[in-house]
């Protein structure tokens, strides 16, 4: 199973909002054969597998991180295909909570005569689709809020200078992210204080750039800044009717999407942000900062994860910005928990990762 979800990390980034699929058959104790889903509309994983497989042996069994799935869809279902090969047993890491499958796979398999076992490394594979698992069963996009920091929390000097505080490592890191996620979101404040590219800088593999949103109520947004002049038809500007109509056009002239929002707390309502971008199949956000936009986020509920880089610096300083600014919480007993957090060092960095709420 561990090989199984290896495998379908290869389509990390390419298969949204589909699932991540790793598929793979074991006879005499050995991997004969392996499979995983390549990109959106291409072939699942079960087919990847069963059609470069060539004689299936009598004792073979598979073994794939998700149910496979019942229902014809952008490509024919996978289960039977796996009974008319022959397939006597298969192992399953989790249902698939998509309500057109949901059980109804594995229910065909053993109709038809195969034995199927659930429920390994099910918490593995449930942490590998967290995307999907969100976006299929609430209809929400999944957010990540992520930051990066001095140790004594600061995300910037006092003259507002933030490149950089972490490490090559950490950075490689970010973009290694970015890939994973549908779209980045940042502030107006982080695209005219920084002026940020929001795409992947990685030379060592193929990437799909994620879409570029930007929290902006009354479109400050500067015209010239790169997120409108490098792939502006990836960039959607989120804004309310606080902007002049003339500011709406001159952006949707760069080639840019605007989404007008209503206004809560004086700012875009992220919630019916999120619900917007989830109707174009947005199954996830990476909120890159700064900290207006992560306390609102934080805020309005509709944050899953986060993570925090950690740089062994110092910068000091009152008027030095925080990952998370905005009104702040007044009580202890109002403090937002993070849960089933874990550590790693990335260089000199440490990154820290924990969830608000648990897939």
Same mark, same amino acid.
């Given at each position: 199973?561990?090989?199984?979800?290896? #495998? +379908?990390?290869?389509?990390?980034?390419?298969?949204?909002?589909?699932?991540?699929?790793?598929? *793979?058959?074991?006879?005499?104790?050995?991997?004969?054969?392996?499979?995983?889903?390549? $990109?959106?509309?291409?072939?699942?994983?079960?087919?990847?597998? *069963?059609?470069?497989?060539?004689?299936?042996?009598?004792?073979?069994?598979?073994?794939?991180?998700?149910?496979?799935?019942?229902?014809?869809?952008?490509?024919?279902?996978?289960?039977?295909?796996?009974?008319?090969?022959?397939?006597?047993?298969?192992?399953?890491?989790?249902?698939?909570?998509?309500?057109?499958?949901?059980?109804?796979? /594995?229910? $065909?398999?053993?109709?038809?005569?195969?034995?199927? %076992?659930?429920?390994?490394?099910?918490?593995?594979?449930?942490? *590998?689709?967290?995307?999907?698992?969100?976006?299929?069963?609430?209809? #929400?996009?999944?957010?990540?809020?992520?930051?990066?920091?001095?140790?004594?929390?600061?995300?910037?000097?006092?003259?507002?200078?933030?490149?950089?505080?972490?490490?090559?490592? +950490?950075?490689?890191?970010?973009?290694?992210?970015?890939?994973? $996620?549908?779209?980045?979101?940042?502030?107006?404040?982080? =695209?005219?204080?920084?002026?940020?590219?929001?795409?992947?800088?990685?030379?060592?593999?193929?990437?799909?750039?994620? @879409?570029?949103?930007?929290?902006?109520?009354?479109?400050?947004?500067?015209? !010239?800044?790169?997120?409108?002049?490098?792939?502006?038809?990836?960039? /959607?500007?989120?804004?309310?009717?606080?902007? !002049?109509?003339?500011? /709406?056009?001159?952006? %949707?002239?760069?080639?840019?999407?605007?989404?007008?929002?209503?206004?809560?707390?004086?700012?875009?309502?992220?919630?019916?942000?999120?619900?917007?971008?989830?109707?174009?199949?947005?199954?996830? =956000?990476?909120? !890159?900062?700064?900290?207006? /936009?992560?306390?609102?986020?934080?805020? !309005?509920?509709?944050?899953?994860?986060?993570?925090?880089?950690?740089?062994?610096?110092? @910068?000091?300083?009152?008027?030095?910005?925080?990952p998370v600014g905005g009104n702040g919480i007044s009580s202890m007993d109002d403090a937002i928990n993070i849960r089933d957090w874990k550590t790693r060092k990335l260089g000199n960095d440490l990154m820290i990762v924990g969830y608000i709420k648990i897939t």
């Amino acid at each position: 199973m561990r090989r199984a979800i290896s #495998l +379908a990390e290869k389509g990390a980034g390419w298969v949204n909002p589909n699932p991540m699929v790793g598929a *793979l058959l074991i006879s005499d104790n050995q991997i004969i054969a392996e499979g995983f889903h390549h $990109y959106f509309g291409g072939p699942h994983a079960e087919v990847d597998l *069963l059609s470069g497989s060539g004689r299936i042996p009598e004792d073979a069994s598979m073994v794939i991180n998700l149910e496979p799935c019942s229902h014809l869809g952008k490509t024919p279902p996978c289960v039977p295909l796996i009974v008319e090969k022959g397939i006597k047993h298969v192992i399953i890491g989790m249902a698939d909570p998509d309500s057109q499958v949901n059980g109804n796979g /594995i229910a $065909y398999l053993r109709q038809h005569g195969v034995v199927v %076992e659930t429920g390994i490394l099910e918490k593995e594979c449930r942490t *590998l689709n967290e995307h999907f698992i969100k976006f299929k069963t609430t209809g #929400l996009p999944f957010v990540l809020l992520k930051w990066a920091m001095t140790l004594d929390g600061k995300i910037a000097t006092v003259a507002n200078a933030s490149r950089w505080i972490t490490g090559e490592q +950490a950075r490689k890191e970010v973009h290694l992210m970015r890939q994973r $996620y549908s779209a980045i979101m940042v502030g107006v404040n982080t =695209v005219i204080a920084d002026d940020p590219l929001l795409n992947i800088r990685l030379r060592t593999m193929n990437v799909k750039h994620p @879409l570029k949103i930007v929290a902006d109520t009354t479109c400050r947004i500067p015209l !010239e800044s790169r997120v409108l002049t490098n792939d502006p038809q990836l960039t /959607i500007v989120a804004t309310s009717e606080k902007a !002049e109509n003339g500011r /709406i056009k001159a952006i %949707e002239r760069t080639g840019a999407q605007v989404i007008i929002c209503p206004v809560k707390d004086g700012r875009v309502d992220l919630s019916f942000l999120m619900q917007s971008v989830a109707t174009m199949g947005i199954d996830s =956000v990476m909120i !890159e900062g700064g900290s207006t /936009i992560s306390f609102s986020a934080l805020n !309005e509920g509709i944050v899953d994860k986060v993570i925090g880089f950690v740089a062994p610096k110092l @910068l000091g300083g009152e008027a030095a910005p925080a990952p998370v600014g905005g009104n702040g919480i007044s009580s202890m007993d109002d403090a937002i928990n993070i849960r089933d957090w874990k550590t790693r060092k990335l260089g000199n960095d440490l990154m820290i990762v924990g969830y608000i709420k648990i897939t």
